[in-house]
């Protein structure tokens, strides 16, 4: 069974910086492209970033491009969101999702909250 | 980018009752690169269907798409109680991807 696992949300000022991280299991991690999918509260969903399965090829949507990176580390099985310089439109739930086709499993979510 | 446009925002039906709900795109998507999502409330989304009509294992069969081009549409044969719920439809061929604004379907 596919376990994604978030972490490191938290409250944070407008301006400040978090890093989520998110830890697979009952997957052959290294071998998939992995995503970030955020919902703002009481809103929909909005695509964040993604991943190829060794690191090297990255997207983000327009509105982090510049501000979050995404990477992973594949011998902990990990996928981290390094996001800077946040504002408060920024504040959401972020999901982890692995890639089969499309957004085939998600974790259970990690909520960021930016606020002063 | 590409809009998709659900309809109707919220569909109130009974138990037992056929629901359609639809999703228009701003310009045309594969049809192997279109899914649908449900979520229930204080839950992360589940794939329902993806490549448009195709459905994960575990997916009731009372769950099917269609469609092509710009137009895609999702049907729940009769209504389950576990079944009224928010549901995404989502375009993953063409960066950024992109979901609808969701169609609620709640209890009548």
Known sequence: EVHLVESGGGLVQPGGSLRLSCVASGITFSSHWMH???????????????????GSSTDYADSVKGRFTISRDNAKNTLFLQMNSLRVEDTAVYYCTRAL???DDWGQGALVTVSS | EI????SPGTLSLSPGERATLSCRASQSVSSTYFAWFQQKPGQAPRLLIYSASRRPTGIPDRFSGSGSGTDFTLTISRLEPEDFAVYYCQQYGTSPWTFGQGTKVEVK
Request: proline share 4%; aromatic share 8%.
């Open chain 1, 36 to 54: 970030w999918v955020r919902q703002a509260p009481g809103k929909g969903l909005m695509w964040v970033s993604k991943i190829n399965s060794d």
């Open chain 2, 3 to 6: 809009v998709l446009t659900q």
């Open chain 1, 101 to 103: 086709g499309t957004l």
